[in-house]
């Protein structure tokens, strides 16, 4: 019973991540991170994902100070924490997050201030979107290890 | 944030703790890929230090690392791991590292890394924009990952610290026989002695300088310069310009000079301060360089590999010469060889005497052209009469060691001397050699033959003795630098000093070796060899060597010419036959080009030894080509098993390699 609960979580789990894969949000870089968690690192997605989320609300905090400056945004230092942000999250397969970045970068470029703004606004929705939806990835997941550890040191003893 | 801190020092940490063992692991790992370019286990254990800013991506890099197989650092700060990479120099074979870092841009990173220790530095970044690439080529970056970086991508990344070694190997070829090369066939054809002196001292000095530069020259082909200075017109670094360098910068005392000042003292029109200031780091660097693997220290990592490539390139070509039959045994032989080597100490400290140096050059120098169809140099010769008398030419033994490599600092050379018994013998071996020969060669090897056994014992020469101390106390091989040693059998007398070789053998010879050989066999009693390679090689050499020795000898002689083949190599002489010049790449290799060959001992010796000529020869001559051709089997054969060399075309020979034979004498 609870071994098909545990199958019933991971047809959940795959379903939201097809979800999040259709939206454009994940691409196949996360699941090359899915691929790196294995027995030596049973929680290297979430672990991974929650470092990004550390840095990512640093990135994001400093990038609304900057365009809050009004008379002076630092536009070069913009483009740095852009890249960083495109860095990882590019590395996590938040593909959509990524594409903001972009454009968001090309708007500090040009020293386009409402445009940053913008970019700045959706890409706080976007992180957002993307922070819940990974934390209710990774609560069925733990949810479907639960079930699935509960059954094993049954069998075993 | 604080977790990945944690596991970064954590793995910092681990890796020192580790240190010690793990330096033997992957260097053996390292030099087996030297060698073969792929061993079963060769890119597992890369020490790689990743650096990036950004935590996320450090953690995946981490795990991606770990995944390939590699010993993984993760650091998070750039000064953090500059210091690192300071403290524990040699511990790592490539850097990884962010372009974008709030406490040091990556190509700052990368330009320290590539000033100070001349390790591959792979740049990553999110940004993938052609101006940003371009960024990091000038820079110097040997590769520009676009994130999200992918496993396969890593998984490759130890080419680079192959071809960085290779290449390294090659430049330090190139800058001394290249241009040379074509510096004396632009200039003055006919070369004579004393321009070629002074080709001998240049090249000893540029040697170092080059080497630094080496990298960027070889990349591309393209013959750029430091990335810093891509864009200035190219200053040559003649050797009459760097005897200028070098004398204001003793002038000035190292520790002093300055650009500004050195560039007064110079007063060379069109040279600038920038030029100046990039050849005094590199030449800072190249001393720095030398007394670290004189000091031996561990070659580890950085040892045998920066040596190697360095070093060891400029000392392959080494000849040795030797003799020594042990079949036949009364016979002994002679002949000798010069050699070579680069050793570091000694070279740095003739690079640092002028003097010393150019006396050194001044005598190796001889060389002569190529072309002329007579390598032979002669080398310092501290001769003794005899030696002089035989070769009048000069011819004998010695060789070059300017030319070929520029690298080498010293030179060495010499000759031998025969033995007793020689007569006889020697034609025999003479004739082998001969066919095999080009005849020019075997003219001199006849000469030399014969002027061994007239002579019969002393020899030697001796060169500078600069050199030769190194020499000795490298005893290990550390380096690589060295090596060789010589033996002489008998004979020899006097030169203390180094000198080659010659190996006389008696029958066994062993020694020649590379390795240690023995003292034992030879008389001579320092003796060195150096290999880089690794320790174990030259055991194994040993023995081969001594059948082989005999026959061979002489070749060695030829070699010197380095310069003019343009690719160099030298390597020469050996005789036992083996030897190998590994030309470039096979050079670079390093540390296993010492080993050169080895033939197998026994009874055929001398045809063998024959072929090695042969092949040595025509490497000279030809220059690269053949080199090439040995190197394959030299890279494959890294220990000196035959194999390797029925592709060589060298017969049995194993070992042996190296060239770099030097031995000393101590008298």
Redesign the interface.
Known sequence: MLGLGADRLRADMNRLLAMLFHQGVLDEQFLQLQQLQDESSPNFVSEVVNIYFHESEKLLKNLRELLMDREFSDYKKMGTHLNQFMGSSSSIGAKRIRNVCVAFRAASEHNNRAGCLRALEVLEHEYCYLKNKLHELFQIEQQRVLAAGVRYPMQNN | ?A??QRVAQSSVSTTASSYGSCKGGATSSFSAANEMAVSDRFPAGLRVLVVD?????L??LE??LG?CAYQVTACSQATVALNLLRERKGCFDVVLS???M?DMDGFKLLEHVGLEMDLPVIM????GRTSAVMQGIKHGACDYLI?????AELKNIWQHVVRKKWNGNKELDHSGSLEDNDRNKRGNSDVEYTSSVNEGTEVILKGPKKRSNAKEDDDGDMESDDPSTSKKPRVVWSVELHQQFVSAVNQLGLDKAVPKRILELMNVPGLSRENVASHLQKFRLYLKRLAQQQSGISNGFCGPVESNGKLGSLGRFDIQALAASGQIPPQTLAVLQAELLGQPAGNLVPAMDQPAILHASLQGPKRAPVEHGVPFVQPLIKCQSNVSKHFPQSIIPAEDVSSGFGSWRSNSLSTVAPSNNLGGLATHNGSMLMDIMQQEQRQHKKTQQQSVLTESSRLINVQPSCLVVPAQSSTSFQAGNSPASVNQSCSFNRSTVIDYSILSAQSNNSSLNIGHIPTGNLKTPSILDGYSAPGSVPSTSCSVNAGNNTSHQNSAVPFCDSRQLPGVLHDMSNIQGLYVDKSGEMLDQGPLRNLGFVGKETGIPSQFAVDDFESQVSNLNRGKIYVENNGNPVKEEPSMNLVDNAKVGIPILQEFSCSDFMSVFTE
């Open positions: 944030m977790a990945l800013d950004d935590t996320t991506c953690r995946i795990v991606l995944r962010d372009v974008h709030p990553m970044s999110a940004d994130k999200p970086i992918h496993e």
